[in-house]
């Protein structure tokens, strides 16, 4: 949904900020006061393509910004989370700038971005592969862009035939299907390569495996290394250690006994003396302890030079490992583990060719399957579809337009079945049919996606729709009923209206005056939202023109309480 939309020195627009809301939002004003430049700002949202003569004379650039309520929209989050784009608080804030002699940038969410992002996440195109509603659906003369995509027609006829889910069903077992045929095509690309690849991977894994490694062993073998290199120094401090604590004439053990021994001789004296004597004794028998098992540990390490000759050349052929694979034992293991697997891949590339075959063949009866039940289902649902739009657009007075779906059977398998769907008309019953793209008037297509909204419904994503030129031609009882039909997608949605027809206008849950404000040098546009009071004299405007009456007055406020019964 729109919350809100700022433009600034764009076209006659100096200083603009619009707060929208749920349901109905009613655009209004005189011939001329600046709508279409409105309209064209909200395109620029959607990805229009922009140019510095838009720029309000005199100032160095133009920015037009909308920030919109996204938070039951999933599908957008994803989308904008996929480009590494936060979206806090589920708000989507988008800003065009254009600057003159530069081209425009654009922003989503304040990360700067392209144009086509920007496409991808507000565009009203509706993608072929998935049910992603547009953000924003713009409708009206040269904006009609969604029902003249033949894939939004599509995606329309399975939402109303209740064909989607197997769609979707369809769709993940074709994209799994043509990602077998890549496989196989990767497979048997290039039989030297592979040979080349599987003698390289095997040079490799021999390599890793001729050493035969331990988890751990890099580091396990750096402190041996070092002990070894170091024998003579541990040998000499254990000899030192010896010495001082035991063996010497003046060690800290004969120094010991000589105390204890004094010690006994007192213990006559003060036979309590012997409890202190105890600490001693212990720690005489630490020392003793600590002295053998220096030098059972001196005596254990091998000062063989062979031996270290061969743990350091071990340990070079390690280094040299490392440098190719990780640099870790750790590392070069995983490395070794995927060399197996892939060689494993390889030199099964045969037998899993035949394996994918397989499986590719028992897809391609499935899908044929799924499609040609899609296609039976809606032939069925695009004639329901037709004659229901038909009637609806009998309702708004539009006679002698037909409205079809044509639903042709494909020689080939695509990504959504085998059905080409086009929406089609006829201006009469002796003309021939014509695909939606040939009509000329906004306002006919306006009221072709209107009546296919109130019989499709608006999905179960909520969007924004933005109406202009639906009321083109149209008054009295049918301006009602177009009004009534609005109201009524506006129910859950967002639905901005464009209009000139106080019947429609009366149906708004919220209404905007759109004015043009002269200035010393130049004029601007104004947009303010109408209170209960004002709202009646713009209807009243809009029924009698400039010169409001008491019967003008009288009727808006008729149209007012209609519309709320």
């Keep these: 949904m729109l919350l809100e939309l700022k433009v600034s020195n764009f076209a006659i627009i100096e200083n603009l900020h619009i707060v929208f809301k749920d349901g109905l939002n009613i655009l209004s004003g005189e011939t001329g006061a600046g709508k279409s430049v409105l309209l064209k700002s909200l395109s620029l949202l959607m990805g229009g393509k922009a140019s510095s003569d838009t720029i309000r004379t005199g100032a160095q650039q133009a920015t037009i910004e909308g920030s919109f309520d996204i938070s039951k929209r999933p599908d957008i989050q994803n989308a904008l989370q996929d480009m590494g784009i936060e979206a806090d608080e589920d708000i989507l804030i988008v800003r065009r700038v254009l600057s003159t002699g530069d081209k425009s940038k654009v922003y989503l969410n304040g990360s700067l971005s392209t144009l086509n992002s920007l496409r991808d996440i507000v565009s009203p195109l509706v993608e072929l592969a998935g049910h992603s509603a547009p953000l924003i659906e713009m409708t009206g003369q040269h904006e009609n862009r969604n029902l003249m995509s033949k894939h939004y027609h599509l995606d329309l006829l399975d939402q109303y035939a209740g064909t989607w889910d197997k769609r979707l069903l369809y769709a993940e077992k074709y994209n799994r299907y043509n990602a077998i045929f890549e496989e196989i095509k990767k497979l048997e690309s290039d039989a030297k390569q592979k040979a080349q690849r599987l003698d390289f991977l095997i040079y490799q894994r021999d390599e890793i495996t001729n050493l035969d490694l331990s988890p751990g062993e890099d580091q396990i073998l750096e402190v041996e290394v070092k002990k070894l290199k170091n024998s003579s120094r541990i040998g000499s401090f254990v000899d030192q250690a010896e010495s001082a ?64 000759e061969e743990m350091e050349s071990r340990l070079s052929d390690l280094r040299k490992l490392q440098k190719k694979y990780g640099s870790s034992v750790d590392d070069i293991l995983r490395a070794l583990m995927e060399m197996e697997i892939e060689i494993a891949n390889l030199q099964n590339s045969e037998s899993r060719i035949d394996g994918l075959k397989k499986e590719a063949a028992s897809l391609r009866k499935e899908l044929e399957t799924l499609a040609a039940d899609l296609h039976q289902r809606r032939q069925k649902g695009a004639e329901v579809l037709a004659d229901s739009v038909n009637a609806e657009l009998l309702d708004l007075n539009m006679k002698g337009v037909i409205f079809h779906v044509q639903v042709e059977k494909l020689d080939h398998l695509v990504s959504t079945g085998l059905s080409d769907v086009e929406f089609m008309s006829q201006t009469s019953a002796k003309d021939i049919k014509r695909p939606l793209a040939k009509f000329a008037s906004g306002g006919e297509l306006s009221r072709i996606l209107l009546s296919l ?10 969007r924004t729709y933005l109406f202009d030129e639906v009321d083109t031609g149209v008054s009295g009882e049918t301006a009602e009923k177009v009004g009534r039909k609005l109201k009524t997608i506006a129910k ?66 008729q149209l007012l309480a209609e519309a709320k019964a």
């Design 453 to 462: 909204k109130r019989v499709v419904g608006s999905g179960h994503q909520p």
């Design 492 to 557: 859950g949605q967002q639905v901005v209206c464009v209009t000139h027809l106080p019947q429609v206008a009366a149906f708004g849950d919220i209404h905007f005056f759109i004015q043009k404000s002269p200035q010393k040098e130049s004029v601007a546009m104004v947009v303010s939202e109408l209170k209960r009071k004002d709202r009646v004299q713009e209807i009243a405007r809009l029924i009698s023109g400039e010169k409001i009456s008491k019967t003008s007055l009288a009727h808006a406020e």
């Design 245 to 308: 604590l035991y063996t010497d004439d003046d060690s800290a053990v004969s120094r010991l006994n000589a105390i204890l021994k004094k010690g006994q001789e007192l213990l006559t004296l003060d036979p309590q003396l012997a409890a202190k004597l105890d600490n001693l004794e212990q720690a005489k028998a630490l020392i003793d302890e600590s002295v053998f098992e220096l030098r059972q540990y001196a005596e254990k390490i091998d000062a063989d030079p062979m031996k270290l």
